[in-house]
């Protein structure tokens, strides 16, 4: 917990460095909030909640360059992969977020074995970028816990109380407490992009990466196309994920970027494929005996939705179906996701 506690410190220095009202995209912040949540579906198992917080920062040579910051953060801002990579911006993206997973019936105190365990994950992360208006390249580092101390069966019982509805009642059950680790690195390129003289537009954005770590480790691969009018250029709209955040500006034409017309709306699709070879959620836990369940090697998000523009603000809502992810799983899983996006 050494390790988190430093990068918590950085975060707060890098809040604390200030922003102005930016006139370029690239001394533009963007905060995002991400909800999503099975409710959407009208069901309460699997995937059943996620919320995550991300900031994603300006352009990081003003950082390097900034007397607000103490000299022994600057060393270590050297050292951030892709710095160095001369015409391309570089940003720093903090994160910190939960995830909650559960078997489909929840009313159940004992184990259920030909079910999912029931699992939260309480994270932090710290991601670097490198783009341009094309390509951006994403490593991230997300540092957190998986069992009771994710205190993710507290917030679910919490919200469920709120709501006056049936109180999940085998967390009992859940993994036990391990400290996670992901590194996760991916690419996404802009492969095709059109505007008309009105402002309708069409862009394709491919991604690829991967992830190590005892939390995960896969493969993965996938598409987004989108349609509509003022499309914005930046990398798309995307779930929960380790190196997902997309939402930042990453060039000339987007509508968040003051002096243009600053509305916009478009429909997407995309779709991400994952060779999995360890999900803890499903294989349970690493250094100790758990429940498991016999995981699926080949997994798809498949997604629909909308985005809406509106000054600096950024609303997307996306329809999801995930394939089966364990062999004892009876059918698909489906979940909605929210994106709201401040870019300032």
């Not at 917030?155 to 993994?175: A, F, S």
């Not at 003289?197 to 598409?223: C, E, F, P, Q, R």
């Not at 100790?288 to 699926?296: A, C, E, F, N």
């Not at 600096?312 to 899983?333: D, I, N, P």
Request: glycine share 8%; net charge negative.
């Amino acid at each position: 917990m050494k390790y988190l506690s430093i990068l918590i410190q950085i975060t707060l220095l890098l809040f604390s460095a200030g922003a102005v009202f930016a006139e370029s995209y690239k001394d533009l912040h963007t905060f995002s909030f991400y909800f999503e949540n099975d409710i959407f579906a009208r069901t309460d198992q699997a995937y059943t909640n996620g919320v995550k917080l991300t900031w994603v920062s300006p352009d990081l040579t003003s950082y390097a360059e900034s007397p607000n910051l103490p000299e022994w953060s600057l060393p270590l801002i050297e050292k951030i992969p892709f710095i160095h990579e001369p015409n391309l911006q570089r940003n720093i993206a903090l994160s910190i977020g939960q995830n909650m997973y559960t078997p489909e019936d929840t009313e159940r105190y004992d184990l259920i074995e030909d079910d999912r365990p029931y699992a939260g994950w309480t994270y932090f992360g710290i991601a670097f970028h490198n783009k341009n208006d094309r390509r951006l390249d994403s490593l991230e580092i997300q540092l957190g816990i998986v069992g009771p101390q994710s205190y993710a069966d507290k917030t679910q019982r919490l919200v469920h109380e709120i709501k006056g509805v049936q109180i999940p009642n085998g967390w009992d059950n859940q993994l036990k407490n391990e400290p996670g680790l992901a590194i996760v690195a991916e690419r996404k390129y802009r492969v095709f992009r059109y505007e008309t003289m009105k402002d309708l537009g069409i862009d394709t954005i491919t991604h690829l990466g991967g992830a190590v770590g005892n939390v995960s480790i896969y493969a993965n691969a996938g598409v987004e196309a989108r349609l509509g009018w003022n499309v914005p250029v930046d990398f798309g709209t995307s779930l929960i994920r380790p190196a997902g955040d997309t939402s930042a500006p990453a060039g000339l034409g987007d509508p968040r970027i003051p002096g243009g017309i600053p509305y916009g709306i478009y429909l997407f699709g995309s779709v991400d494929g994952r060779a999995v070879a360890r999900d803890i959620f499903l294989d349970g836990n690493t250094f100790t005996d758990s429940h498991s369940v016999d995981r699926k090697n080949f997994v798809a998000d498949i997604s629909a939705g909308i985005s809406f523009i509106f000054y600096q603000f950024k609303l997307s809502y996306a329809q999801v179906m995930r394939t089966k992810e364990f062999r004892e799983q009876e059918k698909e899983h489906r979940f909605g996701s929210v994106t709201l996006s401040l870019s300032y």
